[in-house]
Each structure stands twice: as structure tokens, then as C-alpha cells.
């Protein structure tokens, strides 16, 4: 008899962006003149920039001749792009990352949480509260997390690590002893950054107890500010206890077309065994490669031309997070992030959970957003809107929030 995963029982609800989702489209049904502007899953708007275009097209034709025709892709992904990476995103800034370190894949969310797979199923995770759900929810999957505690909104046996106003969004080194810590910077949800002095001092404690950093770096094209790390790597002995994960989705528009890559270090190693072989062990057992029309549209990201025109993109998404940010601290909220990350973190007004305001600023405001304790307990009383949405749209949900 075939029985089933009891760990997925755990997980309380649908995924959050899922549950937004159907919110919205119930909504919309039911109001169908309303004119909803979505500020809430962070996806991009802006068409793919034309270098990539170019790319992709060049490399469409190649596919349908015969001479340069390519069947399944290097289940690592191929050499001109592990080699751009480790080139541009590394070398060129002082890491000592080398192509056979990069896996490329279909983009940061699976890797993030597939990566566990590798790991014991007794290691003990811990996580920034809030958090991108991914992180915990593949734990939940995997059964190294106890039961959900629907009152404390926590599973058991993971360490949550507050981030909070207090701390500036910045979670404290944590007393248990956790094996797996999941970081994120720029953060998803609260748009908080990390100064270099301050990483380091993670990646101190990790070489010193063991653990491995799990950093999901997606968000380290709309770094802005000096002195915050673009990789964990520029922090010395990273390459020893720490994976990182990046992404196409936001740094160029790649949400639709998926592509990403995780970098895991030779010197990585865990109970004596190198951690990168286990990763190249799974990557080539479960996945056949990342589309080559998709591997070169990647590649094209990094020429001069393809770099100058994701930058603008960049920045154009950053010109929505100033008019967000300063919009909603003129009506009054009290507003962080949208300095370093395209998302700005809020204060719910008055005593409003996370959910009450999501339905008040759908039902009187038309605009949806992401209820902060949708990412973890201390992400209630607050709410996320993203800087990924087109110009007009933005102006227009910020008046209409200021005018509530
Ligand atoms: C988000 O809104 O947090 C992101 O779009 C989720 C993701 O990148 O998977």
C-alpha cells in the first residue's frame, strides 16, 4: 500500500503567494469594475532588455540547424556561462570562485530548497524571522522540523531569529547551535542590508561551530549602499562554510525565462566529505540543465551593453521604491527597506494584523500587497509592497493610499 509524505500535513495553509493569489482573483470576481494594482509577489514588469533579446534570438536560430543544434545541456550548466560568472561576479570583485564551484540551474527558489536534501535529516535549522517561506517550508518537507505550533505560528525544532525594528531587521547570533542558518541579503521581506563587519561575524561563527551559511544573495543587484557585501564571499574563510545562491529573476528580468545559479566552494566540507560533490552528485541525478537558449540570454547579462541596460532596469525599479518609501512616510507610516532591495517594509497602522490590513488596502485602496506575517510571526503588524511595478501603476497606488 502506497502511503504518503505525512510531513506535508504539517504545513498550515497553501503557499503564501498562493494564498494572496486566490485572495485577489476572489476579490476581483466579486468586484469586477475594480481597478487592482498588484504591489505584492515581487515580480518584474519590465520587458527584457534588448541585448538579452538579441541573445536569445541568435540563439534560437543556432537550435534550428543542424551544425549548431544542442540536445541536453551539461547537467552543471555550461562552460561559457560558469565561466562568465565566476569571472564577472567574482573575480572581477576580489573572490576566488572558479566555474566548476557554480552549478547553474532554473532559478534561486528550487535551489534554495532543494539544498536541504544534501543535509542530515537531524541538523537543525535556523532562520530569519521573518522569512522567505521556501526556507522552512522544504525543512517542513523533509521532516526536520517538529509540528506547527498554530498559536506561536512556528514549527517545532527550528530556531527562528527575530528581526525586528529593535535590531534594525539584523538577527543576532543565535544561543542554540544550529547546523543549517539560512540568511538573505538584501533581505526578502524587509529590504534590510548587512554591512560587511557584520557578515563576517556569521561567517566566524559558522567556521567556528560548524555550521553551513545558506545565503541567498537574489537581491545583490539592488545593493546601492557602500560597504554591504554583493557575495558572502568577500568575507574571509565564507569559502569554508558557506553556499550561496543568485538569481536572473530580479537582477534581469529572468522571472519568466528562469535561470540562476548556487556557488559551493571546494573547501566546504562537512563531516570530512566535500559538500560541492555531494551538490554535483544531486544536481546531475535530478536535473538535465538549464535551457541553452536560456544559458546564453544569461550570458548576454554580462556583456558591457547587456550590463548598462539591466543597470537602468535596476535603477528604474529603485525609482519606485523611493516613490513608495517616501510616499508612505508622508501619509504618515512608519517604512524601512527600499534602499539596498526592492522591497519596502511597513508598519501597519493602529493595532491591524498583517491580514486585516492586507483587506483593507484591497477593499479601499484596491492594492494588494504581501501581509508581513505571512513570513513568520515577527512579521505580524507589518506588510510588504514590492518596487516591481510599472511606473504608473506605483504613483497611483501610493495616492490612493495616502488619500485612505
Ligand atoms: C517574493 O515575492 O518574495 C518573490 O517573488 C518570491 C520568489 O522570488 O520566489
Redesign the pocket.
Known sequence: MATLNHNYEKLPGSYL?STVGKKVRKYETEHPGAKVIRL????VTQPIAPEIITALHKAVDEMGREESFRGYAPDLGYGFLRETIAEKDYRDHGCKVSADEIFVSDG??GDCGNIQEIFGTDNVIAVQDPV?P?YVDSNVMAGRTGKYDAVRQMFEGVVYMPCTRENGFLPELPKEDPDLIYLCFPN??TGAAMKKEQLQKWVDYAVSHKAVILFDA?YEAYIREPGVPHSIYECEGAKECAIEFR?F??TAGF?GLRLGFTVVPKELRTEGVSVRDLWARRHGTKYNGAPYIIQRAGEAVYSESGQKQIRDQISWYMGNAGIISEGLKKAGYEVSGGVNAPYIWMKTPGDMTSWEFFDYLLEKANVVG?PGSGFGPHGEHYFRL?AFGNRENTIEAISRIQAL
Open positions: 503567494f505584492g509577489i515581487g515580480d534561486a527558489k522567505y521556501v526578502n521581506p537574489a538569481s529573476s530580479k522571472t504581501t514590492t
